[in-house]
């Protein structure tokens, strides 16, 4: 039996954080992973994250994988993939299926960071081929360059089914409605903002009352539900689909922390059941942690932040640090955590209504129930002026902790402050030079660059653009408004694509002057 | 609540023993209450064993109840409880590769016949005819035609149901904490929680814990426990329909209706092994799964590609002398007793149940038990 | 958790609903209906569902239904989700085949 100081179980975001910490640190790591490739959800994520420069906001989820990839082989972390763990026992040892034979392996601390699986929910027709989970679409998008259908239905508004919705977009698929059953969206306002201006439908209010089909999915009907999530009859809509996908929350894979006799809890707040950790992660069992999604449902930042944790603790825990140099180290990624879970999508705030921003601005109802700030709330946002030549236009309208765009442009045109979940500012004095940069460097595709008069009677609109194929310079097509919606003629001025917008197109194109402030799409 | 907490019989344990005996109560006409410490009916080695409906290689002193219950119960008993308890007469075979093995199911043989118990030798030939997937390291076997198997979760749970819809009461998350004479006869059971439950007769059937419960009123039945682990594939093609046991104790289980097999077995470090299951759930050694399929594997080599989807591990009460602990104690009148089995209970559990409610209605059984008896134990020399 | 309960308690009767034939176990193939009956049958823990139904007990070991069955019994028993203790978690957490689990790597196991 081979033993190491550290078996990490999980090779996500968590889990090598927490390999790399304690690796830097000098102790002997392990990390298992079942699957062929590292880096968990990351290299599915395609889209640039939010949050602040120092942790990794505007880069892409596959990026920050191939990141830690490297600083996890720099600091000396073995990883050991295709090795399934098929159990926990007793005194920390762990079975590894590795191809056609197990092994056992000791380890002195264990870090379970297998992170979580989605949940379904049930329908008449649900299990037809061609019900799947908005992961799995994005695994096979992402992944294996397999489109999951040709029309989809969404079912879920959070973070993951309006991301995948779009990458579904972005892979060629037509989305025909995104679904949810509670009253509101309940990710992130611009991710719904950009299906929307695609022209993506949202049912608030609404499930999945049939998937139609005999051998696969051929369509589906919704229905509206009432406020004790009941069908309302009368109210059924019919698309035609090949796919469903579902996006209706994930689930704590935390079988093996069960098995090894951790204590655990029923924690819906946390998705499910969890062991019971303290703040950085230790369980009930000593030297056993939980990082990430298993330890409660949450983001890759803070996973990775929580996988530093428990790297840092097992150090202390194993005499390789001081309990000073612990407490210190703890302290300062305390810091970033509390960071990460400020704002309306705090997990403290899970499940409270929130109807004003930080600023007392109200919140666009719009936005929440339709998936885009309509034109006569759009003006109440700091982010959206009104200026003589080009100048940014951000239709950044919800309090969540991130800032990229305030070191984005370099002429200081735009201002977020100290504290990280502010909305931006755009700044009355200094002057647009028409770089792009916070066009590209927004995670959430709200920023545009706007010339309101050109003279001639147009003005000029530049967008965040990433579909294929990308529009001709001179081409002529329809500039499209925050629901989708035809407003006018537009003329495609420019394109550009630079190495720093990081696979960000930028759009320009000319409308009608009236149009300035509500063209925010073009389509051919 | 006094009154509440009252019935003619008060069950400790609802494990199949348990709730076979407010069964056949209930039937009786008898009130009955069942308490059980964990949150699950039937938890204990009721729902972890392999399922053997065995009366070939059992002691001779429990061999008439095995018998009884295979003749009188078991064939009627889905049909009784009203749910497929997946009941099959088709065979026993235990298996033997060595000339050794083949010397100790001779042994086995001659004292079943003993009984009159139909069970004779068969060769390599005989063996292969019974069972073609068999390996040719095979080189006999016993085989007694009327032993079989059956589901023991769901056995369980429809002696629970059927007593359930009869009027038995049955309580669980209630550990008992002690027993209490009331006027020479024991008559209240204390529960951790304070509870107090009151019957005619009180019936001690909780397995390795008997042994704590018994003491409050001076019983004790010498036994101790062994952790011991079974695991079960996925469903495969029906390949045969009989228990299987061997001369070494390799393994032991059958395939299931469902198509799965189940198989239980040892890595030999039973007696000691550790268990950092969580509370009610045994947990399991990393080395005993692998040497289960090590042992099936020698004897079964096509279902080497079969997958282990589970494994668990549970408790068996294994007395002194290897058989229960069964019915009244002499001058402890209101006491029923039925623990330590063994790891061999399930196969007698209808005929133990029945047998019991006799016991308690009419003072007296119609299987001779005698031999069963708490008295039974004595010094060696 | 160890909570008394005693199951004479009464849950009321058992009344079919139109999606009663709706499959939630698609391992074992286990509906709706079957999940409920056996509530009314006295299966009141997600332990006892599972021995008693199959459910979760296939191949991907309740990683789909796990979540399903729970809301099923917690509704038809008029408690919370949370007041049900998940199953048991065991090895392997994956299925393996017998040949490979048999096939370990040969060293002293306490070394």
Known sequence: MKRYEVIVVGAGPSGLSAAIEAAKRGLKVIVFDENEKPGGQLFKQIHKFFGSKKHHAKIRGFKIGENLLEEANYAGVEVALNATVIGLYADKEVVVRRNDQVFHYKGDCIIIATGAAENMVTFPGWTLPGVIGAGAAQTMMNLHGIKPGKKVLMLGSGNVGLVVSFQLLQAGCEVVALVDAAPQIGGYGVHAAKLSRTGVPFYLSHTIAKAHGEDCVTGVTICEVDSQFKLIAGTEKYFDVDTICMAVGLSPMSQLLKMSGCLMEDNPKRGGQVPIIDEFGETSVPGIFAAGDVSGIEEASSAMIEGRMAGVCVAEYLGYCTHEEKNESLAELKKDLESLRQGMFAPANRGKKITKTEEGIEISDSLLKNGFVAEQEIERYPGVVHKSGIHPVIECTQNIPCNPCQDACPKGCISIGENITNLPVVEDENVCINCGMCVASCSGQAIFLVDEDCGDGSATVTIPYEFLPIPEVGEKGFGLGRNGERLCEATVVSVKSVKAFDHTNLLTMRVPKEYAMSARFYAS | ?381 | MNTIVDRTKDIGEFIPQPDDDMLICRCEEVTKGEIRRAVHDGMWTITEIRRYLRTGMGLCQGQTCARLVKGIVARELGISMAELEPAAARSPMRPIEMKVLGNEEVTDLWQ
């Not at chain 2, 907490?5 to 069950?11: E, G, H, Q």
């Not at chain 2, 011991?228 to 228990?243: G, I, N, R, S, Y």
């Not at chain 2, 589970?310 to 002499?330: K, M, N």
């Not at chain 2, 133990?352 to 308690?360: H, K």
Request: hydrophobic letters at 35%; charged letters at 25%.
């Open chain 2, 1 to 381: 609540m006094a009154v509440v907490n009252k019935a003619d019989v008060v069950i400790i344990g609802a494990g199949i023993i348990g709730c076979a005996t407010a069964y056949y109560l209930t039937k009786r006409g008898k009130s009955v209450i069942v308490l059980e410490a964990s949150d699950n009916i039937g938890n204990g080695g009721s729902s972890r064993n392999g399922g053997g409906v065995r009366q070939s290689g059992r002691d001779p002193r429990e061999l008439p109840l095995a018998m009884y219950g295979i003749k009188e119960l078991w064939p009627g008993l889905s049909e009784e409880l009203g749910v497929d308890c997946e009941y099959h007469k088709e065979g026993n075979l235990r298996l033997g590769k060595t000339d050794k093995h083949l010397e100790i199911l001779e042994g086995l043989t001659k004292r079943a016949n003993a009984c009159g118990l139909d069970v004779r030798m068969v060769n390599a030939d005989e063996v292969k005819k019974i069972n073609p997937h068999l390996s040719d390291e095979v080189i006999g076997a016993s085989w007694c035609p009327t032993d079989g198997h059956a589901n023991p979760m769901i056995t369980t749970l429809a002696f629970y149901r059927k007593a359930r819809m009869s009027g038995a009461r049955f309580i669980t998350g209630e550990p008992i904490k002690t027993l209490r004479r009331v006027k020479g006869r024991v008559k209240e059971v204390i529960a951790e929680s304070k509870n107090v439950y009151e019957g005619e007769y009180v019936m001690v059937a909780a397995g390795y814990e008997s042994r704590k419960i018994l003491e409050t009123v001076g019983v004790d039945v010498p036994m101790h426990q062994e952790l011991m682990e079974c695991l079960v594939t996925e469903a495969q093609q029906k390949m045969f329909p009989q228990m299987l046991g061997t001369a070494e104790a390799d393994f032991y289980g059958h395939q299931s209706d469902h198509g799965s097999f189940v198989f239980g077995g040892s890595s030999g470090i039973e007696m000691n092994n550790k268990d950092i299951g969580p509370k009610n759930s045994p947990g399991n050694s990393a080395i005993t799964a692998p040497c289960i399929c090590r042992g099936i594997m020698k004897y079964f080599p096509e279902l080497e590609d079969a997958k282990i989807v589970r494994t668990w591990a549970g408790y068996i009460d294994i007395c002194q002398d290897g058989v229960p602990v069964l019915g009244f104690v002499d001058d402890v009148p209101g006491l029923v007793v039925a623990c330590a089995f063994s790891g061999h209970g399930f196969g007698i559990a209808p005929a133990v149940g029945e047998q019991m409610a006799r016991l308690i209605t009419d003072g007296r059984t119609t299987v001779d038990i005698s031999g069963l008896r708490y008295g039974r134990f004595k010094a060696k020399i």
